[in-house]
DNA sequence: GAAAAGCATTGTCTTAGGACAACATTCAAC
DNA sequence: GTTGAATGTTGTCCTAAGACAATGCTTTTC
Protein backbone atom coordinates (compact mmCIF):
# COMPACT_ATOMS: atom_id res chain seq x y z
CA UNK A 1 0.00 0.00 0.00
CA UNK A 2 2.88 2.02 1.02
CA UNK A 3 4.29 1.80 -1.92
CA UNK A 4 1.88 3.40 -3.96
CA UNK A 5 1.83 6.27 -1.74
CA UNK A 6 5.69 6.62 -2.43
CA UNK A 7 5.27 6.66 -6.11
CA UNK A 8 2.43 9.46 -6.01
CA UNK A 9 5.53 11.76 -4.01
CA UNK A 10 7.94 10.96 -6.47
CA UNK A 11 5.39 11.94 -8.96
CA UNK A 12 5.71 15.72 -7.55
CA UNK A 13 9.41 16.13 -7.15
CA UNK A 14 12.38 14.39 -6.62
CA UNK A 15 12.52 13.27 -3.35
CA UNK A 16 15.15 11.55 -0.44
CA UNK A 17 14.42 8.12 0.91
CA UNK A 18 14.47 9.67 4.22
CA UNK A 19 12.13 12.42 3.57
CA UNK A 20 10.15 10.00 2.38
CA UNK A 21 9.86 8.03 5.04
CA UNK A 22 8.82 10.92 7.12
CA UNK A 23 5.79 11.24 4.77
CA UNK A 24 4.74 8.05 4.54
CA UNK A 25 5.28 7.18 8.71
CA UNK A 26 2.11 10.10 9.21
CA UNK A 27 0.06 7.94 7.21
CA UNK A 28 -2.19 4.76 8.51
CA UNK A 29 -3.62 2.27 6.61
CA UNK A 30 -6.79 1.46 6.32
CA UNK A 31 -9.34 -0.99 4.69
CA UNK A 32 -12.95 0.07 3.51
CA UNK A 33 -15.86 -2.09 2.61
CA UNK A 34 -18.27 -1.35 0.16
CA UNK A 35 -20.39 1.61 1.33
CA UNK A 36 -18.29 2.91 3.67
CA UNK A 37 -18.66 6.33 5.48
CA UNK A 38 -15.28 8.06 6.46
CA UNK A 39 -16.85 11.35 6.72
CA UNK A 40 -20.53 11.54 6.93
CA UNK A 41 -22.55 14.66 7.38
CA UNK A 42 -22.59 16.86 10.36
CA UNK A 43 -19.21 15.68 10.84
CA UNK A 44 -15.90 17.74 10.91
CA UNK A 45 -13.20 15.65 8.55
CA UNK A 46 -9.88 15.25 9.95
CA UNK A 47 -8.39 12.75 7.93
CA UNK A 48 -7.06 13.06 4.40
CA UNK A 49 -6.68 10.15 2.40
CA UNK A 50 -4.64 8.52 -0.44
CA UNK A 51 -6.07 5.72 -2.42
CA UNK A 52 -3.83 3.22 -2.76
CA UNK A 53 -6.59 0.23 -4.32
CA UNK A 54 -10.31 1.82 -5.00
CA UNK A 55 -12.88 4.50 -5.24
CA UNK A 56 -14.07 7.22 -3.36
CA UNK A 57 -17.03 9.46 -3.81
CA UNK A 58 -17.86 13.04 -1.70
CA UNK A 59 -21.53 13.98 -2.08
CA UNK A 60 -24.44 15.95 -0.40
CA UNK A 61 -27.77 15.90 -0.40
CA UNK A 62 -30.27 18.77 -1.28
CA UNK A 63 -33.15 19.94 0.06
CA UNK A 64 -35.58 17.66 -1.62
CA UNK A 65 -33.34 14.51 -0.70
CA UNK A 66 -31.42 14.32 -4.01
CA UNK A 67 -27.60 13.39 -3.94
CA UNK A 68 -25.70 15.85 -5.12
CA UNK A 69 -21.86 14.52 -6.45
CA UNK A 70 -19.04 16.84 -5.91
CA UNK A 71 -16.19 14.73 -6.48
CA UNK A 72 -14.75 11.09 -7.39
CA UNK A 73 -11.10 9.92 -6.52
CA UNK A 74 -9.72 6.94 -8.26
CA UNK A 75 -6.94 5.08 -7.15
CA UNK A 76 -3.46 7.12 -6.39
CA UNK A 77 -4.54 10.24 -5.51
CA UNK A 78 -5.87 11.87 -2.50
CA UNK A 79 -9.36 13.12 -1.41
CA UNK A 80 -11.28 14.39 1.58
CA UNK A 81 -14.35 15.68 2.97
CA UNK A 82 -12.40 19.37 1.21
CA UNK A 83 -14.57 21.61 2.57
CA UNK A 84 -15.38 20.75 6.12
CA UNK A 85 -11.54 19.42 6.30
CA UNK A 86 -10.32 22.91 4.84
CA UNK A 87 -12.61 25.27 7.34
CA UNK A 88 -12.96 22.84 9.64
CA UNK A 89 -16.55 22.88 9.67
CA UNK A 90 -19.23 20.30 10.21
CA UNK A 91 -19.09 18.71 6.47
CA UNK A 92 -22.31 19.25 4.36
CA UNK A 93 -20.93 16.54 1.98
CA UNK A 94 -20.37 12.63 2.66
CA UNK A 95 -17.06 10.77 1.82
CA UNK A 96 -18.09 7.19 1.61
CA UNK A 97 -16.37 4.48 -0.59
CA UNK A 98 -17.87 2.83 -3.96
CA UNK A 99 -15.30 -0.35 -3.79
CA UNK A 100 -14.05 -2.29 -1.06
CA UNK A 101 -10.61 -0.17 -1.25
CA UNK A 102 -7.10 0.54 0.43
CA UNK A 103 -6.35 3.59 1.69
CA UNK A 104 -3.82 5.34 3.71
CA UNK A 105 -5.13 8.24 6.01
CA UNK A 106 -3.08 10.82 7.61
CA UNK A 107 -4.83 13.10 10.56
CA UNK A 108 -5.08 17.24 9.79
CA UNK A 109 -2.53 18.12 12.65
CA UNK A 110 -0.27 15.87 10.87
CA UNK A 111 -1.11 16.94 7.45
CA UNK A 112 -0.24 20.55 7.78
CA UNK A 113 2.89 19.67 9.75
CA UNK A 114 4.13 18.31 6.66
CA UNK A 115 2.86 21.10 4.52
CA UNK A 116 4.76 23.49 6.30
CA UNK A 117 7.74 21.61 6.78
CA UNK A 118 8.23 19.78 4.04
CA UNK A 119 8.58 20.92 0.35
CA UNK A 120 7.72 18.24 -1.59
CA UNK A 121 4.46 17.71 0.52
CA UNK A 122 3.90 21.39 0.27
CA UNK A 123 3.79 21.07 -3.36
CA UNK A 124 2.10 18.57 -3.70
CA UNK A 125 -0.87 19.48 -1.65
CA UNK A 126 -0.84 22.79 -3.58
CA UNK A 127 -0.69 20.78 -6.72
CA UNK A 128 -3.63 18.82 -5.51
CA UNK A 129 -5.80 22.02 -4.79
CA UNK A 130 -4.97 23.66 -7.84
CA UNK A 131 -6.21 20.39 -10.34
CA UNK A 132 -9.38 20.31 -8.06
CA UNK A 133 -10.20 24.23 -8.67
CA UNK A 134 -9.77 23.93 -12.16
CA UNK A 135 -11.81 20.86 -12.14
CA UNK A 136 -14.17 22.38 -10.63
CA UNK A 137 -14.24 25.38 -12.48
CA UNK A 138 -14.05 23.47 -15.70
CA UNK A 139 -16.96 21.44 -14.77
CA UNK A 140 -19.04 24.90 -13.84
CA UNK A 141 -18.07 25.82 -17.57
CA UNK A 142 -19.05 22.72 -18.85
CA UNK A 143 -22.44 21.82 -16.89
CA UNK A 144 -23.69 24.86 -16.88
CA UNK A 145 -25.79 25.91 -19.78
CA UNK A 146 -24.85 22.38 -21.59
CA UNK A 147 -27.81 20.07 -22.58
CA UNK A 148 -27.49 16.65 -21.05
CA UNK A 149 -26.59 14.67 -24.38
CA UNK A 150 -23.10 16.68 -24.62
CA UNK A 151 -22.77 16.46 -20.92
CA UNK A 152 -22.99 13.21 -21.55
CA UNK A 153 -20.41 13.38 -24.51
CA UNK A 154 -18.35 15.54 -22.41
CA UNK A 155 -17.72 13.20 -19.55
CA UNK A 156 -17.24 10.43 -22.21
CA UNK A 157 -14.17 12.31 -23.38
CA UNK A 158 -12.83 13.96 -20.23
CA UNK A 159 -13.47 11.13 -17.61
CA UNK A 160 -14.11 7.89 -19.40
CA UNK A 161 -13.20 5.82 -16.52
CA UNK A 162 -16.39 7.35 -14.55
CA UNK A 163 -18.74 5.69 -17.15
CA UNK A 164 -17.12 1.95 -16.95
CA UNK A 165 -16.56 1.67 -12.94
CA UNK A 166 -18.95 3.97 -11.65
CA UNK A 167 -22.97 3.05 -11.22
CA UNK A 168 -25.17 4.91 -13.89
CA UNK A 169 -27.33 6.71 -10.54
CA UNK A 170 -23.80 8.25 -9.20
CA UNK A 171 -22.66 9.38 -12.39
CA UNK A 172 -25.83 10.82 -13.27
CA UNK A 173 -25.62 12.85 -9.65
CA UNK A 174 -22.62 14.51 -11.02
CA UNK A 175 -23.89 15.22 -14.07
CA UNK A 176 -26.68 16.67 -12.66
CA UNK A 177 -29.64 15.19 -13.84
CA UNK A 178 -31.49 12.10 -12.88
CA UNK A 179 -31.13 8.50 -13.56
CA UNK A 180 -33.64 7.76 -15.80
CA UNK A 181 -32.46 10.92 -18.05
CA UNK A 182 -29.15 9.20 -17.93
CA UNK A 183 -30.46 6.12 -19.18
CA UNK A 184 -32.70 7.40 -21.87
CA UNK A 185 -29.46 9.65 -23.46
CA UNK A 186 -27.32 6.82 -23.18
CA UNK A 187 -29.94 5.03 -25.50
CA UNK A 188 -29.82 7.89 -27.87
CA UNK A 189 -26.46 7.65 -28.54
CA UNK B 1 -4.26 52.15 -4.36
CA UNK B 2 -1.87 50.60 -2.35
CA UNK B 3 -3.07 51.23 0.77
CA UNK B 4 -5.95 48.73 0.20
CA UNK B 5 -3.17 46.29 -0.78
CA UNK B 6 -1.62 47.03 2.38
CA UNK B 7 -4.96 46.73 3.87
CA UNK B 8 -5.63 43.42 2.07
CA UNK B 9 -2.37 41.42 2.79
CA UNK B 10 -2.52 42.70 6.85
CA UNK B 11 -6.03 40.56 7.12
CA UNK B 12 -3.78 37.78 5.88
CA UNK B 13 -1.14 37.83 8.94
CA UNK B 14 0.99 40.14 10.54
CA UNK B 15 3.56 41.59 8.72
CA UNK B 16 5.78 43.87 9.12
CA UNK B 17 6.40 46.98 7.20
CA UNK B 18 9.40 46.05 5.44
CA UNK B 19 8.01 42.92 3.95
CA UNK B 20 4.98 44.78 3.06
CA UNK B 21 6.93 47.05 0.79
CA UNK B 22 8.31 44.09 -0.52
CA UNK B 23 5.03 42.84 -1.54
CA UNK B 24 4.13 46.00 -2.99
CA UNK B 25 6.85 46.95 -4.59
CA UNK B 26 6.32 44.13 -7.27
CA UNK B 27 2.62 45.72 -7.97
CA UNK B 28 1.81 48.52 -10.95
CA UNK B 29 -0.84 50.74 -10.63
CA UNK B 30 -3.40 50.45 -13.73
CA UNK B 31 -6.24 52.18 -14.20
CA UNK B 32 -9.15 50.37 -16.78
CA UNK B 33 -12.25 51.74 -18.77
CA UNK B 34 -15.53 50.02 -18.88
CA UNK B 35 -15.30 46.27 -20.94
CA UNK B 36 -11.36 46.57 -20.81
CA UNK B 37 -9.75 43.09 -21.43
CA UNK B 38 -6.94 42.17 -19.56
CA UNK B 39 -6.81 38.75 -20.87
CA UNK B 40 -8.31 37.65 -24.14
CA UNK B 41 -9.23 33.75 -25.12
CA UNK B 42 -5.99 32.38 -26.45
CA UNK B 43 -3.66 34.31 -24.40
CA UNK B 44 -1.77 33.12 -21.42
CA UNK B 45 -2.35 35.07 -18.82
CA UNK B 46 0.69 36.21 -17.03
CA UNK B 47 -0.61 38.85 -14.32
CA UNK B 48 -2.80 38.66 -11.28
CA UNK B 49 -4.59 41.13 -10.31
CA UNK B 50 -5.58 43.14 -7.06
CA UNK B 51 -8.64 45.21 -7.62
CA UNK B 52 -8.17 48.57 -5.62
CA UNK B 53 -11.58 49.77 -7.33
CA UNK B 54 -14.29 48.76 -9.51
CA UNK B 55 -15.02 44.56 -10.85
CA UNK B 56 -13.54 42.17 -13.41
CA UNK B 57 -15.50 39.68 -14.61
CA UNK B 58 -14.28 36.36 -15.93
CA UNK B 59 -15.81 34.21 -18.40
CA UNK B 60 -16.14 31.86 -21.51
CA UNK B 61 -17.98 31.27 -24.52
CA UNK B 62 -19.26 27.86 -25.23
CA UNK B 63 -19.85 26.44 -28.52
CA UNK B 64 -23.08 27.85 -29.15
CA UNK B 65 -21.22 31.75 -28.21
CA UNK B 66 -23.32 31.80 -24.94
CA UNK B 67 -21.14 33.36 -22.33
CA UNK B 68 -20.98 31.60 -18.96
CA UNK B 69 -19.31 33.39 -16.17
CA UNK B 70 -17.01 31.61 -14.51
CA UNK B 71 -16.67 34.87 -11.72
CA UNK B 72 -16.63 38.05 -10.78
CA UNK B 73 -14.21 39.84 -8.25
CA UNK B 74 -14.92 43.07 -6.41
CA UNK B 75 -12.59 45.38 -5.08
CA UNK B 76 -10.43 44.25 -2.25
CA UNK B 77 -9.69 40.37 -4.04
CA UNK B 78 -7.52 39.10 -6.65
CA UNK B 79 -7.50 37.61 -9.36
CA UNK B 80 -6.39 36.65 -12.79
CA UNK B 81 -7.29 33.93 -15.97
CA UNK B 82 -6.35 31.81 -13.39
CA UNK B 83 -6.15 28.42 -15.01
CA UNK B 84 -4.10 30.36 -17.41
CA UNK B 85 -2.54 31.64 -14.99
CA UNK B 86 -1.93 28.69 -13.29
CA UNK B 87 -1.45 26.04 -16.21
CA UNK B 88 0.26 28.61 -18.40
CA UNK B 89 -1.82 27.28 -21.04
CA UNK B 90 -3.64 29.73 -23.61
CA UNK B 91 -6.71 30.87 -21.75
CA UNK B 92 -10.51 29.30 -22.04
CA UNK B 93 -11.77 32.82 -20.55
CA UNK B 94 -11.68 35.97 -21.05
CA UNK B 95 -10.78 38.48 -18.20
CA UNK B 96 -12.79 42.05 -18.76
CA UNK B 97 -13.56 44.99 -16.54
CA UNK B 98 -16.93 45.42 -15.89
CA UNK B 99 -16.96 48.75 -14.69
CA UNK B 100 -13.47 51.75 -14.55
CA UNK B 101 -11.19 49.91 -12.18
CA UNK B 102 -8.36 50.50 -10.08
CA UNK B 103 -5.86 47.60 -10.51
CA UNK B 104 -2.53 46.50 -9.05
CA UNK B 105 -1.24 43.76 -11.42
CA UNK B 106 2.01 41.86 -10.52
CA UNK B 107 3.77 39.89 -12.85
CA UNK B 108 3.44 35.57 -12.88
CA UNK B 109 7.23 35.44 -12.09
CA UNK B 110 7.11 38.03 -9.03
CA UNK B 111 3.97 36.80 -8.04
CA UNK B 112 5.75 33.14 -7.68
CA UNK B 113 8.79 34.41 -6.37
CA UNK B 114 6.52 36.59 -3.70
CA UNK B 115 5.11 32.99 -3.08
CA UNK B 116 7.98 30.98 -2.86
CA UNK B 117 9.98 33.83 -0.30
CA UNK B 118 7.51 35.49 1.75
CA UNK B 119 5.57 33.45 4.29
CA UNK B 120 2.05 35.42 3.99
CA UNK B 121 2.21 36.13 0.77
CA UNK B 122 2.21 32.29 0.48
CA UNK B 123 -0.32 32.13 3.02
CA UNK B 124 -2.75 35.00 1.26
CA UNK B 125 -2.06 32.97 -2.14
CA UNK B 126 -3.44 29.33 -0.18
CA UNK B 127 -6.39 31.24 1.34
CA UNK B 128 -7.29 32.65 -2.03
CA UNK B 129 -7.10 29.22 -4.05
CA UNK B 130 -8.71 27.32 -1.33
CA UNK B 131 -11.70 29.72 -1.27
CA UNK B 132 -11.83 29.69 -4.95
CA UNK B 133 -12.21 25.95 -4.79
CA UNK B 134 -14.35 26.25 -1.86
CA UNK B 135 -16.58 28.48 -4.12
CA UNK B 136 -16.96 26.59 -7.40
CA UNK B 137 -18.02 23.64 -5.49
CA UNK B 138 -20.88 25.34 -3.47
CA UNK B 139 -21.75 26.51 -7.15
CA UNK B 140 -21.80 23.09 -8.19
CA UNK B 141 -23.73 21.88 -5.29
CA UNK B 142 -25.72 24.86 -5.68
CA UNK B 143 -27.00 25.01 -9.42
CA UNK B 144 -26.52 21.49 -10.47
CA UNK B 145 -29.77 20.20 -10.38
CA UNK B 146 -31.45 23.33 -8.58
CA UNK B 147 -34.17 25.37 -10.34
CA UNK B 148 -33.82 28.59 -11.40
CA UNK B 149 -36.41 29.95 -9.09
CA UNK B 150 -33.59 28.54 -6.28
CA UNK B 151 -30.35 29.18 -7.97
CA UNK B 152 -32.42 33.09 -7.75
CA UNK B 153 -32.44 33.09 -4.40
CA UNK B 154 -29.41 31.75 -3.56
CA UNK B 155 -27.46 34.26 -4.98
CA UNK B 156 -29.61 36.65 -3.56
CA UNK B 157 -29.19 35.13 0.16
CA UNK B 158 -25.10 34.18 -0.58
CA UNK B 159 -23.88 37.21 -2.51
CA UNK B 160 -26.31 39.85 -2.68
CA UNK B 161 -23.76 42.40 -3.96
CA UNK B 162 -24.15 40.89 -7.54
CA UNK B 163 -27.44 41.41 -7.87
CA UNK B 164 -27.48 45.21 -7.27
CA UNK B 165 -24.39 45.77 -9.19
CA UNK B 166 -23.96 43.99 -12.04
CA UNK B 167 -26.33 43.51 -15.05
CA UNK B 168 -28.60 40.98 -15.46
CA UNK B 169 -27.31 39.90 -18.66
CA UNK B 170 -23.95 39.05 -16.95
CA UNK B 171 -25.66 37.45 -13.68
CA UNK B 172 -27.60 35.58 -16.01
CA UNK B 173 -24.12 33.96 -17.12
CA UNK B 174 -23.54 33.33 -14.10
CA UNK B 175 -26.97 31.40 -13.17
CA UNK B 176 -26.89 29.03 -16.16
CA UNK B 177 -29.85 30.98 -17.48
CA UNK B 178 -30.90 32.99 -20.35
CA UNK B 179 -31.34 36.91 -19.08
CA UNK B 180 -35.25 36.18 -20.51
CA UNK B 181 -35.57 33.31 -18.18
CA UNK B 182 -33.83 35.39 -15.11
CA UNK B 183 -36.44 38.63 -16.10
CA UNK B 184 -39.16 36.40 -16.00
CA UNK B 185 -38.14 34.57 -12.46
CA UNK B 186 -37.42 38.15 -10.54
CA UNK B 187 -40.59 39.46 -11.79
CA UNK B 188 -42.35 35.81 -9.96
CA UNK B 189 -40.55 36.88 -6.58
C1' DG C 1 -29.29 66.43 -26.10
C1' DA C 2 -29.92 63.30 -30.26
C1' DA C 3 -28.81 59.11 -32.14
C1' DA C 4 -27.30 54.66 -31.55
C1' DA C 5 -26.23 50.75 -29.08
C1' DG C 6 -26.92 47.87 -25.59
C1' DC C 7 -30.14 46.07 -21.88
C1' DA C 8 -34.34 44.59 -19.82
C1' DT C 9 -39.04 43.02 -20.10
C1' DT C 10 -42.71 40.39 -21.82
C1' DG C 11 -45.06 37.45 -25.02
C1' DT C 12 -45.73 33.02 -27.78
C1' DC C 13 -44.21 28.60 -29.03
C1' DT C 14 -41.51 24.49 -28.41
C1' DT C 15 -38.73 21.13 -26.28
C1' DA C 16 -35.53 18.94 -22.91
C1' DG C 17 -35.78 16.80 -19.04
C1' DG C 18 -38.07 15.94 -14.38
C1' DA C 19 -41.75 13.06 -11.83
C1' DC C 20 -43.75 8.98 -11.37
C1' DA C 21 -44.60 4.31 -12.39
C1' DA C 22 -43.98 -0.50 -14.17
C1' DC C 23 -40.95 -3.69 -15.32
C1' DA C 24 -36.35 -5.90 -16.13
C1' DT C 25 -31.95 -6.82 -14.65
C1' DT C 26 -27.99 -7.15 -11.90
C1' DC C 27 -25.66 -7.79 -7.71
C1' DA C 28 -24.73 -9.02 -3.16
C1' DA C 29 -25.51 -11.62 0.81
C1' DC C 30 -27.00 -15.60 2.89
C1' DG D 1 -27.73 -21.22 -6.18
C1' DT D 2 -31.81 -18.50 -4.26
C1' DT D 3 -33.76 -14.58 -2.65
C1' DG D 4 -34.25 -9.80 -1.98
C1' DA D 5 -32.74 -5.31 -2.67
C1' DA D 6 -30.77 -2.06 -5.37
C1' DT D 7 -30.06 -0.43 -10.04
C1' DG D 8 -31.18 0.27 -14.78
C1' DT D 9 -34.64 0.83 -18.60
C1' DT D 10 -38.59 2.57 -20.78
C1' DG D 11 -43.05 4.70 -21.02
C1' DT D 12 -46.44 8.61 -20.31
C1' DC D 13 -47.34 13.08 -18.84
C1' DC D 14 -46.25 17.75 -17.64
C1' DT D 15 -43.62 21.83 -16.59
C1' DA D 16 -39.49 24.80 -16.49
C1' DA D 17 -36.87 27.14 -19.33
C1' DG D 18 -34.78 28.02 -24.03
C1' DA D 19 -35.45 30.34 -28.73
C1' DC D 20 -36.99 34.03 -31.00
C1' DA D 21 -39.13 38.35 -31.53
C1' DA D 22 -41.30 42.88 -30.42
C1' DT D 23 -41.13 46.64 -27.57
C1' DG D 24 -39.58 49.83 -24.18
C1' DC D 25 -35.88 51.62 -21.37
C1' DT D 26 -31.11 53.12 -20.20
C1' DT D 27 -26.40 54.44 -21.20
C1' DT D 28 -22.86 55.95 -23.84
C1' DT D 29 -20.94 58.70 -27.25
C1' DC D 30 -20.37 62.40 -30.28
Given at each position: MFTELEGFIKSVDEVDKKTLDEITNRFQPLRTVRNEMLCNIGQVCNHFYFISKGCLRLYEIDDKGNEITGYFALEKSIISANTSFM??????DCLVSLEPSELLAIKRKDFYELVDTIPVFAKMYHQFIEFAFIHSQMRIYSFLGMEGIDKLKWVMEHEPKLLSRISSKAVASYLGMTNSTLSKLRAKL
Open positions: LQKPSR
